[in-house]
């Protein structure tokens, strides 16, 4: 009997572990995270999902992307989504519309900032994903843009994951031919980066 009772308890607080893991990351971006001009299941925040899903700890990634969303967009949308979902981690990969578009840095700033006080006052742990935007937007926009992303990573003290795009771009074969857009064929490197660079972090 004995044995039977510690079986049991062995089992319960083994099942209670499982669950006790499992973690959610909500991933608020654009365009280039919403799987663009492609079926959802190709776009890299799915095959990402599905990675965590058949590892032993899984983390469930919900993909709240839409493409053309800008920082202020997606700092209007955050509180719903933190109300809904109640992420443990919240991935921001916003601003590339924003500097396309020229928005002041002290308006992308603050809308960042927004979202990232937001998110941890719900307890989320954040990451930014550091956005850059092409070279003839001119050197002192450019400076300024790139500059955004480690700033508020250093003030509130949390990672700033690499630009996915600056290594696909290189390689035109895996580019759509507006030249911005990553093409299905890069989805499933994007999502083994992203994985790599999101590891560290994941608790």
Not at 66 to 80: C, E, H, M, Q, V
Not at 141 to 163: A, H, K
Not at 166 to 176: A, K, L, S, T
């Amino acid at each position: 009997m004995t044995k039977l009772v510690s079986f049991i308890f062995m089992l319960c607080v083994a099942t209670t572990s499982s669950f006790a893991v499992s973690k959610s990351l909500l991933i608020v971006g654009d365009s280039l995270s919403a799987g663009y001009n492609m079926p959802a299941e190709q776009s890299w925040p799915v095959l990402l999902n599905q990675k965590y899903q058949q590892q032993k700890l899984p983390t469930t990634v919900i993909n709240a992307s839409i493409s053309g969303d800008t920082t202020g967009n997606g700092l209007a949308r955050l509180p719903a989504l933190l109300t809904q979902y109640q992420p443990d981690y919240v991935l921001i990969a916003l601003g590339a519309n924003d500097g396309l578009r020229g928005f002041s840095a002290n308006i992308i700033t603050d809308n960042l900032t927004q979202m990232i006080i937001l998110s941890q006052s719900k307890s989320a742990l954040v990451f930014l994903m550091q956005i850059k935007v092409p070279p003839n937007y001119g050197k002192r926009y450019n400076q300024l843009f790139t500059s955004i992303y480690p700033s508020l990573g250093e003030r509130y003290d949390l990672p700033v994951l690499d630009f996915f795009l600056e290594h696909i771009i290189v390689r035109p074969e895996w580019m759509m031919e507006d030249g911005l857009h990553p093409k299905p064929q890069a989805q499933p490197w994007i999502a083994d980066f992203m994985e790599a660079q999101l590891q560290p972090h994941l608790k």
